[in-house]
T-cell receptor
Framework: DAGVIQSPRHEVTEMGQEVTLRCKPI?????LFWYRQTMMRGLELLIY????????DSGMPEDRFSAKMPNASFSTLKIQPSEPRDSAVYFC?????????????FGPGTRLTVT | AQSVTQLGSHVSVSEGALVLLRCNYS??????LFWYVQYPNQGLQLLLK??????LVKGINGFEAEFKKSETSFHLTKPSAHMSDAAEYFC?????????????FGTGTSLTVIP
Protein backbone atom coordinates (compact mmCIF):
# COMPACT_ATOMS: atom_id res chain seq x y z
CA ASP A 1 0.00 0.00 0.00
CA ALA A 2 1.25 3.48 -0.81
CA GLY A 3 0.18 4.87 2.51
CA VAL A 4 -1.53 8.22 2.99
CA ILE A 5 -0.69 10.57 0.15
CA GLN A 6 -0.67 14.32 0.52
CA SER A 7 -0.08 17.03 -2.03
CA PRO A 8 1.58 19.36 -2.42
CA ARG A 9 4.46 18.64 -0.06
CA HIS A 10 5.38 22.30 0.10
CA GLU A 11 3.27 25.35 -0.61
CA VAL A 12 4.35 28.96 -0.51
CA THR A 13 1.70 31.56 -1.06
CA GLU A 14 0.98 35.19 -0.39
CA MET A 15 -1.41 36.45 2.20
CA GLY A 16 -4.95 36.60 0.89
CA GLN A 17 -4.57 33.78 -1.59
CA GLU A 18 -6.62 30.59 -1.54
CA VAL A 19 -4.77 27.42 -0.58
CA THR A 20 -6.00 23.88 -1.18
CA LEU A 21 -4.34 20.89 0.43
CA ARG A 22 -5.12 17.39 -0.78
CA CYS A 23 -5.18 13.98 0.81
CA LYS A 24 -5.69 10.44 -0.39
CA PRO A 25 -6.28 8.05 2.52
CA ILE A 26 -5.30 4.42 2.63
CA UNK A 27 -7.75 2.34 0.66
CA UNK A 28 -10.43 0.78 2.87
CA UNK A 29 -9.98 3.18 5.76
CA UNK A 30 -13.21 4.71 7.03
CA UNK A 31 -11.80 7.59 9.08
CA LEU A 32 -9.85 10.60 7.86
CA PHE A 33 -8.27 13.26 10.02
CA TRP A 34 -6.73 16.66 9.33
CA TYR A 35 -4.12 17.98 11.77
CA ARG A 36 -2.02 21.11 11.99
CA GLN A 37 1.41 21.19 13.63
CA THR A 38 3.24 24.29 14.77
CA MET A 39 6.03 24.90 17.25
CA MET A 40 3.79 27.06 19.39
CA ARG A 41 0.66 24.92 19.50
CA GLY A 42 1.96 21.43 18.77
CA LEU A 43 -0.30 18.95 17.00
CA GLU A 44 -3.91 20.10 16.69
CA LEU A 45 -6.84 18.13 15.32
CA LEU A 46 -8.77 20.31 12.90
CA ILE A 47 -11.53 18.01 11.65
CA TYR A 48 -12.27 14.38 11.09
CA UNK A 49 -14.56 12.37 8.83
CA UNK A 50 -16.18 8.98 9.14
CA UNK A 51 -17.38 7.39 5.92
CA UNK A 52 -16.96 10.75 4.18
CA UNK A 53 -19.15 12.58 6.70
CA UNK A 54 -17.64 15.29 8.91
CA UNK A 55 -17.97 14.20 12.53
CA UNK A 56 -16.17 16.88 14.50
CA ASP A 57 -14.96 20.18 13.11
CA SER A 58 -14.57 21.96 16.42
CA GLY A 59 -10.83 22.30 15.83
CA MET A 60 -11.20 24.33 12.66
CA PRO A 61 -9.75 27.72 13.58
CA GLU A 62 -12.28 29.92 11.81
CA ASP A 63 -14.52 30.25 8.80
CA ARG A 64 -11.54 30.72 6.52
CA PHE A 65 -10.92 26.99 6.87
CA SER A 66 -13.09 24.39 5.19
CA ALA A 67 -12.72 20.69 4.51
CA LYS A 68 -14.51 18.29 2.22
CA MET A 69 -14.47 14.60 1.53
CA PRO A 70 -16.42 14.00 -1.67
CA ASN A 71 -15.57 10.29 -1.76
CA ALA A 72 -13.71 7.64 0.20
CA SER A 73 -10.43 8.25 -1.59
CA PHE A 74 -10.07 12.01 -1.52
CA SER A 75 -10.25 14.94 0.85
CA THR A 76 -9.34 18.61 0.67
CA LEU A 77 -8.57 21.26 3.23
CA LYS A 78 -9.04 24.77 1.94
CA ILE A 79 -7.94 28.07 3.44
CA GLN A 80 -9.46 31.20 1.96
CA PRO A 81 -8.09 33.79 2.41
CA SER A 82 -4.79 32.62 3.82
CA GLU A 83 -2.90 34.55 6.50
CA PRO A 84 0.71 34.37 7.73
CA ARG A 85 -0.45 32.75 10.99
CA ASP A 86 -1.71 29.79 8.96
CA SER A 87 1.90 28.83 8.25
CA ALA A 88 2.31 25.31 9.61
CA VAL A 89 2.66 21.69 8.61
CA TYR A 90 -0.69 20.13 7.82
CA PHE A 91 -1.05 16.38 8.20
CA CYS A 92 -3.70 14.05 6.96
CA UNK A 93 -4.19 10.70 8.67
CA UNK A 94 -6.52 7.78 8.12
CA UNK A 95 -7.60 4.81 10.15
CA UNK A 96 -9.83 1.79 10.05
CA UNK A 97 -12.02 0.47 12.81
CA UNK A 98 -12.27 -2.88 11.09
CA UNK A 99 -10.55 -5.52 13.14
CA UNK A 100 -10.18 -3.13 16.05
CA UNK A 101 -6.84 -1.83 14.84
CA UNK A 102 -7.64 1.85 15.48
CA UNK A 103 -4.19 3.28 14.87
CA UNK A 104 -3.94 6.32 12.65
CA UNK A 105 -1.60 6.34 9.67
CA PHE A 106 -0.13 9.71 8.85
CA GLY A 107 0.84 11.21 5.56
CA PRO A 108 4.14 13.05 5.05
CA GLY A 109 2.49 16.44 5.55
CA THR A 110 2.21 19.66 3.59
CA ARG A 111 4.44 22.48 4.76
CA LEU A 112 2.53 25.72 4.18
CA THR A 113 4.23 29.08 4.23
CA VAL A 114 2.10 32.19 3.90
CA THR A 115 4.07 35.38 3.30
CA ALA B 1 -12.66 14.06 29.00
CA GLN B 2 -9.35 12.52 28.09
CA SER B 3 -5.91 14.04 28.16
CA VAL B 4 -2.29 13.04 27.89
CA THR B 5 0.69 14.45 29.75
CA GLN B 6 4.21 13.87 28.58
CA LEU B 7 6.68 14.84 31.26
CA GLY B 8 9.76 16.47 29.84
CA SER B 9 9.58 18.22 26.51
CA HIS B 10 13.26 17.50 25.95
CA VAL B 11 15.21 14.42 26.99
CA SER B 12 18.91 13.82 26.34
CA VAL B 13 20.63 10.48 26.72
CA SER B 14 24.03 9.14 25.82
CA GLU B 15 24.35 6.59 23.07
CA GLY B 16 23.90 3.16 24.61
CA ALA B 17 22.05 4.46 27.66
CA LEU B 18 18.50 3.66 28.69
CA VAL B 19 15.75 5.70 27.09
CA LEU B 20 12.73 6.50 29.25
CA LEU B 21 9.98 8.76 27.95
CA ARG B 22 7.07 9.34 30.28
CA CYS B 23 3.38 9.42 29.45
CA ASN B 24 0.44 9.70 31.82
CA TYR B 25 -3.16 9.82 30.79
CA SER B 26 -6.40 10.99 32.28
CA UNK B 27 -9.47 9.00 31.41
CA UNK B 28 -12.55 7.71 33.18
CA UNK B 29 -11.91 4.26 31.73
CA UNK B 30 -8.62 2.78 30.58
CA UNK B 31 -8.15 3.91 26.98
CA UNK B 32 -6.30 2.54 24.04
CA LEU B 33 -2.73 3.86 24.11
CA PHE B 34 -0.23 4.63 21.39
CA TRP B 35 3.30 5.91 20.92
CA TYR B 36 4.29 7.61 17.69
CA VAL B 37 7.69 8.81 16.48
CA GLN B 38 8.30 11.74 14.17
CA TYR B 39 11.61 12.16 12.40
CA PRO B 40 12.49 15.58 10.99
CA ASN B 41 10.36 16.63 8.06
CA GLN B 42 8.28 13.47 8.19
CA GLY B 43 4.86 12.40 9.36
CA LEU B 44 4.14 10.48 12.53
CA GLN B 45 4.89 6.77 12.51
CA LEU B 46 3.37 4.25 14.90
CA LEU B 47 5.90 2.76 17.31
CA LEU B 48 3.58 0.58 19.36
CA LYS B 49 0.10 0.36 20.80
CA UNK B 50 -1.83 -1.12 23.68
CA UNK B 51 -5.45 -2.12 23.19
CA UNK B 52 -6.04 -5.29 25.19
CA UNK B 53 -4.10 -8.24 26.56
CA UNK B 54 -0.52 -8.17 27.73
CA UNK B 55 0.33 -4.87 29.39
CA LEU B 56 3.94 -4.90 28.17
CA VAL B 57 3.94 -4.22 24.48
CA LYS B 58 6.86 -4.31 22.12
CA GLY B 59 7.20 -2.08 19.13
CA ILE B 60 9.55 -1.32 16.32
CA ASN B 61 13.20 -0.34 16.68
CA GLY B 62 13.57 -2.06 20.05
CA PHE B 63 11.09 0.14 21.92
CA GLU B 64 8.59 -1.16 24.41
CA ALA B 65 6.01 0.31 26.75
CA GLU B 66 4.09 -0.93 29.75
CA PHE B 67 0.50 -0.05 30.53
CA LYS B 68 0.07 0.48 34.26
CA LYS B 69 -3.55 1.06 35.11
CA SER B 70 -2.89 1.87 38.77
CA GLU B 71 -0.47 4.62 37.75
CA THR B 72 -2.40 5.70 34.62
CA SER B 73 0.90 5.54 32.79
CA PHE B 74 2.28 4.21 29.52
CA HIS B 75 5.99 5.00 29.61
CA LEU B 76 8.18 4.24 26.61
CA THR B 77 11.56 2.60 27.08
CA LYS B 78 14.49 1.29 25.11
CA PRO B 79 17.43 -0.43 26.81
CA SER B 80 20.14 1.11 24.66
CA ALA B 81 19.81 4.36 22.73
CA HIS B 82 21.06 4.62 19.20
CA MET B 83 21.87 7.79 17.32
CA SER B 84 19.03 7.05 14.93
CA ASP B 85 16.53 7.28 17.81
CA ALA B 86 16.85 11.06 17.87
CA ALA B 87 13.36 12.27 17.04
CA GLU B 88 10.12 13.64 18.49
CA TYR B 89 7.94 11.15 20.34
CA PHE B 90 4.22 11.50 20.91
CA CYS B 91 1.96 9.60 23.25
CA UNK B 92 -1.72 9.37 22.32
CA UNK B 93 -4.92 7.93 23.76
CA UNK B 94 -8.20 6.88 22.21
CA UNK B 95 -11.35 6.14 24.11
CA UNK B 96 -12.48 2.52 24.27
CA UNK B 97 -16.03 3.76 24.22
CA UNK B 98 -17.80 3.84 20.90
CA UNK B 99 -17.77 7.62 20.80
CA UNK B 100 -15.76 8.28 17.70
CA UNK B 101 -12.22 7.57 16.70
CA UNK B 102 -10.53 10.73 17.95
CA UNK B 103 -7.03 10.57 19.36
CA UNK B 104 -5.72 12.87 22.06
CA PHE B 105 -2.02 13.55 21.62
CA GLY B 106 0.51 14.71 24.16
CA THR B 107 2.70 17.70 23.46
CA GLY B 108 5.64 15.54 22.47
CA THR B 109 9.10 14.79 23.81
CA SER B 110 12.17 15.61 21.78
CA LEU B 111 14.85 12.95 22.26
CA THR B 112 18.48 13.86 21.74
CA VAL B 113 21.11 11.14 21.66
CA ILE B 114 24.62 12.24 22.58
CA PRO B 115 27.47 10.32 20.96
Amino acid sequence: DAGVIQSPRHEVTEMGQEVTLRCKPISGHDYLFWYRQTMMRGLELLIYFNNNVPIDDSGMPEDRFSAKMPNASFSTLKIQPSEPRDSAVYFCASSSTTGRSYEQYFGPGTRLTVT
Amino acid sequence: AQSVTQLGSHVSVSEGALVLLRCNYSSSVPPYLFWYVQYPNQGLQLLLKYTTGATLVKGINGFEAEFKKSETSFHLTKPSAHMSDAAEYFCAVRSTMNTGNQFYFGTGTSLTVIP
